[in-house]
């Protein structure tokens, strides 16, 4: 409707500006149904119970579970049963965040709307509007409908939830050609936007679910979550684990069965022992658990995680999109220069704190210098500044701002100087002027666009000095203008005159100028460098224009090419340019998708920021999306995984380096809990495959997978991250978890089956009546190997001496309590019986405890050799 005259919209909407009958209302009603937006398919707490159950890796231990108590081995089952309620609990508990998306975008819909129906002005629920209403829309008002404009008195809508746009939009009725973007539609209100200044009239053209917020809330619904990196990797490693186990259970079933003509009931019993051997029961509790602990990390660094793995996410992310509005700026208008008195002048200080100085050249300046022109920015002003936030145009705040820096407060001057008249800014005249009262005189003051102030100047003031403004000075001035603008500053023009007659505006005298932006926010620029030293690109998108966009990326560091959203619209291959691409300018919601999709097809992590309505999508689609915890709307927070509750982008970088340490945290107890699950395996299979008794009983193994593993692997999920982690590049989306571990799963694996086989296979001879005690030496090498290698875990990458071999004293409590439960179990005969353990005398006990040290030695020279020349860990 934008493209087309207010006469033929209300022609084509079969209404008047008078508005609908009642009777026409209630008929279009039932046509096009409430304006509301529709609710997606909600997520019940009993899905996502059932979502923890999805991994292959819980259906092998349900299935062990099944087997084990219909042989009879009830403790075994109920060990395993109580494992597998513990992972499904834990992940569930920290899930249970219903995806409340369409129910937050209802909230930005009016509860109330002034429409005109009859002729007459009534006060309505805005859900019973309907297309072809008349709305009547003033200060303060939320628009309840998409609409457009009939009638015009210096209406301003904020637009930056929906558009990202930083400034008030000022709006008109004047027609709009084809393909003009949502941001630049001048003569359309939106759905969910704020009125901050004028009023208007203007007709109802779309409702609900077709309004723009509508289209988002049903990207919204339709965009399907990627799974994330982790959860990719810990799927396909649960596959692996899956097929290798009952492919090597099946075997040891048949040659049990054909080889050694052993009963079916007793062969069932070891291959489900051996399944167990091989499943980590422990780890996925010890990763929800880790994710867990680094969910509570994170929030001490201002970072809110909303889904469980998103928190290893960012450690993978090789991009981050930002919106500029209120993310990488603060989204507070600021004096930046000023030109006063034959100089450009800088001002310091960021957003609405009244903290700042005045330089030239590097020199501080006089505020009494200044003063002027402060003055009247802070007079000719229709805002407020209260406790750190503004009411009003945000340009004006600005100006308020500028003038308080310089200790000119606007409270105490209206006090002193009362307005007495005004003269208002229109669109036409692009200018304001207010009459002040002072000392017996009336002053006007007055601000505007540069151009149209210096053509009504006569005079300027330079150092309180009054002097013929000559042609050559008007042209400096807006030369000076003109660089400004360049750098997309917003420039206004100030001027004055003592009245002595009854025409404010002629003759004036040029006070100067005052130019301002949206800057970027003081840390971020730091916070971008850190990101390019990890090996992450920050990229730029924004419904704000090119040029504005631009000079904040300058200013930040980020170099590339600048795309219009209109040049997507031309680009069929995205995913062909969008390496060398910085900036993304004047998008929308779906350039954003095609974006996110572009980056994801070339293999990236991609991780989205964003506060606005018109964010929520692409949050949704990222790899991880990141909202504002302060200036989010509800729709971005809901759509999101993670929350910054500081909107500070630096804190995305802290997060960043949680990811990574919570990843290399899951890799160690990763390679730790697996090594000695591959070595029980090869035992307990090569054992069988060359005729010998089984190594280990089921109780054994379990108490191997829980005690002896599984109070480490937990005391590791705590461990201090590995250093350097963000000197480090993002590891690559298809990188295998268990890359570079190679001395965790091969070689020490091999180590601990030779030496353990060993020890089995001299304890049989020795004590050929009594299997138990040979087991019990099995079982008493494997646990001391792991208890060694939980402290060569403390690193993946570095030597334990260089990180420290008592930094965790979780790890040390685990070890102890570890070791003193089997120590009870060989020397206690009574609680050795509970747990499948006999004795063993203390000569053959240290014997074991010495030898099983090969090795976590092996891991040890294995990492030493290959960091050897690595520069020192901090």
């Known amino acids: 409707m934008y493209s087309k005259t207010t006469e033929q919209v209300l022609r084509e909407l079969n209404t008047t500006d008078k508005g609908l009958s ?29 979502g923890q159950f999805k991994s292959i890796v819980i259906w092998i231990l349900i299935f062990a579970t099944v087997v084990s108590a219909f042989l009879g081995e009830w403790i075994d089952a109920i ?118 200044s004028g009023r208007a009239k203007a007709v109802v053209v779309q409702t609900a679910m077709k309004t723009e917020i509508g ?89 809110l995680v909303r889904r469980l793995p998103s928190v290893e996410t960012l450690g993978s992310t090789t991009v981050i999109c930002s919106d500029k509005t209120g993310t990488l700026t603060a989204n507070q208008m600021t004096v930046v220069k000023i030109f006063a008195n034959g100089k450009i002048i800088d001002v310091s200080g960021i957003g609405y704190e009244t903290k700042g100085q005045f330089t030239w050249k590097n020199k501080p300046v006089k505020s009494d210098d200044l003063e002027l022109l402060l003055t009247i920015g802070a007079l000719n002003n229709n805002a407020d500044l209260k406790e750190g936030s503004i009411f009003g145009d945000p340009t004006e705040g600005a100006l308020i701002v500028s003038a308080a820096k310089a200790g000119i407060i606007k409270e105490d001057l209206e006090i002193e100087m009362p307005r007495v008249d005004e003269i208002e800014f229109t669109s036409e005249r692009k200018m304001m002027t207010t009459v002040h009262e002072h000392h017996g005189e009336k002053v006007s003051y007055v601000k505007g666009a540069p151009e149209v102030v210096l053509k009504l100047c006569s005079y300027i003031s330079i150092s309180g000095k009054v002097k013929k403004l000559t042609e050559n000075e008007k042209k400096e001035i807006l030369e000076i203008n003109r660089e400004f603008a360049n750098d997309a500053l917003r420039v206004l023009g100030f001027a004055y005159k003592t009245m002595t007659n009854a025409e404010p505006e002629k003759n004036l005298i040029f006070a100067g100028l005052q130019a301002m932006i949206d800057p970027p926010r003081e840390e971020v620029k730091a916070a971008v460098e850190k990101c390019k030293k990890a090996g992450i690109k920050v990229i730029m998108i924004t419904g704000d224009h090119a040029l504005t966009a631009n000079a904040v990326a300058r200013e930040l560091g980020l170099a590339g090419k600048v795309i219009t959203g209109q040049q997507i619209d031309g680009i069929k291959n995205l995913h062909e340019i969008v390496e060398q691409v910085a900036i993304f300018a004047r998008v929308n919601p779906e350039h954003k998708i095609r974006i996110i999709e572009a980056l994801q097809k070339n293999g990236h992590t991609v991780a989205m920021t964003g506060d606005g309505v018109n964010d929520a999508p692409a949050l949704k689609k990222a790899d991880i999306g990141i909202a504002m915890g302060i200036s989010g709307t509800d729709v971005s927070k809901e759509a999101s995984s993670m929350i910054l509750i500081d909107d500070n982008f630096a804190s995305i970088v802290n997060a960043v380096e949680e990811g990574r340490g919570i990843y290399n945290n899951i890799r160690k107890y990763l390679g730790f809990l697996l090594s000695g699950n591959i070595a029980e395996v090869l035992i307990i299979f090569i054992g069988i495959l060359i005729g010998l008794p089984m190594p280990l009983t089921a109780t054994q193994i379990l108490l191997i997978n829980l005690v002896t593993d599984g109070l480490p692997a937990l005391a590791l999920s705590a461990d201090p991250f590995e250093p350097n982690a963000m000197s480090r590049k993002p590891r690559k989306q298809n990188e295998p978890i268990y890359k570079d571990l190679n001395a965790f799963l091969i070689y020490y694996p091999i180590v601990l089956t030779l030496t353990a086989l060993s020890v089995f296979v001299w304890f049989v001879k020795k004590y050929p009546e009594n299997l138990l005690i040979a087991q019990t030496a099995c079982f008493l090498t494997i646990s001391m190997f792991e208890l060694y290698q939980s402290f060569s875990s403390r690193s993946t990458i570095y030597p334990t001496y260089k990180v420290g071999y008592f930094k965790n004293k979780f790890l040390i409590l685990a070890f102890l309590s570890s070791f003193a439960i089997m120590a009870s179990g060989i020397f206690i005969p009574s609680f050795g019986s509970l747990i499948d353990l006999a004795r063993l005398s203390l000569l053959q006990f240290i014997f074991i405890i010495a030898i099983s040290a090969l090795g976590s030695i092996i891991i040890e020279i294995s990492k030493y050799l290959k960091t050897k020349d690595e520069a020192n860990v901090n």
Do not use: C
């Not at 072809?132 to 609409?147: C, F, M, S």
């Open 22 to 50: 009642q009777q026409e209302a209630e008929n279009r009603l039932k046509e096009y149904g409430l304006n509301e937006i529709k609710e997606g398919k909600k997520i019940s707490a009993f899905e996502i119970f059932i």
């Open 215 to 303: 289209k988002i809330a049903k990207m919204i619904e339709d965009v399907e979550p990627e799974l994330t990196p982790l959860q990719k990797r810990m799927d396909g490693l649960g596959k692996l684990l899956g097929k290798a186990t009952i492919g090597i259970a099946v075997i040891v079933f048949v040659v049990g069965m054909l080889v050694h003509k052993a009963s079916w009931n007793v062969m069932l019993l070891t291959s489900v022992s051996l399944a167990v051997a091989a499943i980590p029961e422990g780890l996925p509790a010890v990763v929800t658990i880790s994710l867990a602990i680094g969910t509570q990390r994170m929030l001490k660094r201002n970072a």
């Open 79 to 196: 060990v395993i049963l109580i494992i597998i309620i513990l992972i499904a609990v834990l992940g569930f508990f920290e899930e249970y965040r219903a995806e409340k998306s369409i129910e937050a975008l209802k909230k930005l819909t009016s509860l109330r709307a002034n429409v005109v129906r009859d002729g007459q002005k009534k006060d309505i629920d805005s859900k019973l509007l309907v297309p072809g209403d008349i709305i009547i829309l003033e200060t303060g008002n939320k628009v309840p409908a998409d609409a457009r404009l009939i009638e015009v008195f210096n209406l301003q809508t904020h637009e930056a939830a929906l558009t990202g746009e930083s400034q008030p939009v000022k709006k008109n009725t004047e027609v709009l050609p084809e393909k003009t973007p949502i941001a630049d539609m001048k003569n359309t209100v939106f759905s969910g936007t704020i009125v901050v």
